[in-house]
């Protein structure tokens, strides 16, 4: 409905009011109308200054046709719970269903994108484009609900990123199109009860029996059980496994082989038991499972072989003969999970952040004067401190999102290294804004958060699985300080600048900070660089330092790095900012002049203000002065207020059909009145 269609509608509601809906017993009596509140669409208040079909394609970047088309097959179907609510449809889970019926109404949903070629080329074209394609479907997915794309992410990129990766040409021939068509049900049996994060302690084991050119796959404690294996309960037909393989006595490190679990009519096959790992507080739709394997035979041919083999005889053979790098070369391809649950807590957070911004442009509480009117929450200036600090993170996020799958897809050999630290330090950093998001966004709705069918409150628990899974976030950031501090070392052992990993900047003097910020010094892109710059070059510095004055006492390097978590901590939250950082600023770069350049500059401006005032490193090692950190926290204010009036403008850029939302974002009197408690 247009806008005019919409401001005739509400001052027809006003002129001519529809008749009370209650009844009176008596006739003679009688109750006088007062004034009740009306619901007025935020779009008849708020003004739109620049194009956000355009700013749309900053934040989609890619395949916005290919989103569109999806987003379209949702809405129209059933099978994905249409509903009508407030005079709009919506579409999202049920979560008064069973985790039985999620999970049946999940594979339902799997099968009819699949019939309309939703996954097309998804294992059997590696062109960047067509991965890119993947990704974008996958993120439509992710905001319908994250149980659908977490069940179809298992499908093709663990359990067919495994054949991919891991594979050759005797498994991509076998197994590649007939996973993409969903005759094979993949899962990706890695994490177990006693390991997770430590994946080189799994202690599944498996041997060759030289007699009959079979492995034998045995789960030899209970510690050992495969544990919450997305697939393994219900649908799975075949898994990944990982697995030590001992081979005459010897231990050669963790492999991976192809197990069939279950036959084409779903029955359990022999010598394996699985049991259900039973309701979550979250992902009900996926059917985690625990699996254990009693000396299960399967084909020598079922060793994933592209890092080792073993040949008929039982004779193990590797290109890559240190372990350690031959370990590293079966973790690398897993890259693309961390790359997927990236961008997923980025939708997820803007979602969040829809919900809860129309919501509080439509929604007023208190007057500010005697009998005056009541004022929108997004007026207030604590409210838009709440969440517009957020929105400008969420925007930098999504930034960052788009530049690691771009990276992701035109990887080289060279850049895997690059691309492994990257993700390993985006995927902690977008998982807990998006956490942080969702729980400011759910007590900036007050109690309607508490309401399934407004989505930010449930969210919460749907994503919070992403801070642990596909690596702890904890252990990541400190994987990403161990690089830095490998090439630091490296450069300094040859004498040598610094060369990748974004280390560049150490190279230069030494940034100078202002002994006092202006607003005009502290929205400048050079001051901005400059102190995130200072900080991850610092923090570098006193990593090496103190790691180097440890081993200099005689202390392991595995202690060392224990006894030092605190600088890896910062460190590694140093490099994922200032690398958000400059991706926002290339993009903003790459804008030409006009408002929608204006207003992403505001939000970077927001974006590095917050960091700066809420990361206490730039106290505690004196990169800001207190008078500096006050004139910091001022300017978050100064700019919540400027980025007040394109608050509607800027969600709306997010391209997110109404239909995902809620019936909180629109009329949300409507959507609770007695008729259609009634209906």
Known sequence: MDRVALRT?????????????????????????CACLEYSPAELSE???????????????????????LYGLIIQSNLFNRRDRGGKVFVGPDYNQSKEQQRLITMKRIEYMADRGAFVGWLTDSTPQSQLRRFALQEVADSFDHSLSIKIGVHFFLWGGALQFFGTK??????????????????????????GSNVRGIETVTTYDSNTGEFIVNTPCESAQKYWIGGAANHATHTVVFSQLKINGTNQGV?????????????????????????????????????????????????????????????????????????????????????????????????????????????????????????????????????????AKTYAMSFASNYLKKLYVKRTPESIKTIHVVSSAF????TWHNMRTLQECREAVGGQGLKTENRVGHLKSEYDVQSTFEGDNNV??????????????????????????????????????????????????QFQMNIFCLRERDLLNRFAAEVAQHQAQGVSREITFTLTYSLAEDLGKAFADLSIMQIFVEAEEN???????NVLGLMRSLYAMILLEEDAAFLRYGYLS???????????????GELRPHALALVSSFGIPDAFLSPLAFNWIEANTWSSVEN
């Open 476 to 525: 990541l950031m400190q994987q990403v300080s161990k690089a830095l501090l490998g090439e630091y070392v490296a450069a300094k052992k040859k004498n040598r600048p610094l060369n990748g990993l974004g280390l560049e900047h150490i190279n230069r003097p030494y940034p100078v900070i202002p002994s006092q910020l202006t607003s005009s010094t502290l929205r400048s892109i």
């Open 427 to 430: 995927k902690p950093t977008l």
């Open 255 to 391: 492999h991976a082989f192809i197990v069939q679990i279950r036959d084409a009519d779903g029955n359990i096959s022999p010598h394996i038991r699985i049991a259900d790992c039973g309701h979550k507080i979250g992902l009900n739709g996926v059917d985690n499972g625990r699996i254990w394997f009693d000396n299960v035979r399967i084909p020598r041919e079922n060793l994933l072989n592209s890092v080792a083999d073993v040949s008929a005889d039982g004779q193990y053979s590797s290109a890559i003969k240190d372990p350690d790098q031959r370990f590293a070369a079966f973790m690398a391809p897993l890259t693309s999970g961390r790359v997927i649950l990236a961008s997923s807590a980025t939708y997820s957070a803007k979602i969040g952040l829809s919900i809860a911004i129309r919501y509080s442009l439509t929604r007023c509480a208190f007057s500010l004067t005697s009998n005056g009117p009541e004022v929108l929450l997004l007026d207030y200036p604590t409210h838009q401190r709440r969440l517009l600090p957020l929105l």
């Open 591 to 597: 804008v030409p002049a006009g408002q929608l350049k």
């Open 170 to 195: 005797r498994h991509h021939d076998k197994w590649l199109r007939d996973t993409e068509n969903y005759r094979v049900k993949g899962c990706f049996a890695m994490t177990e009860l006693g390991h």
């Open 626 to 640: 207190t008078d500096n950190a006050a004139a910091v926290r001022k300017e978050v204010a100064k700019l919540c």
């Open 9 to 33: 509608q509400v001052l027809s509601r006003h002129l001519h009011p529809p008749p009370p809906s209650f009844s009176s017993s008596s006739s003679s009596s009688c109750i006088e109308s």
């Open 47 to 69: 003004s739109i200054d620049f194009d956000t079909k355009e700013m749309r394609k900053l934040m989609d970047t890619h395949n916005l046709e290919d989103r569109d088309w």
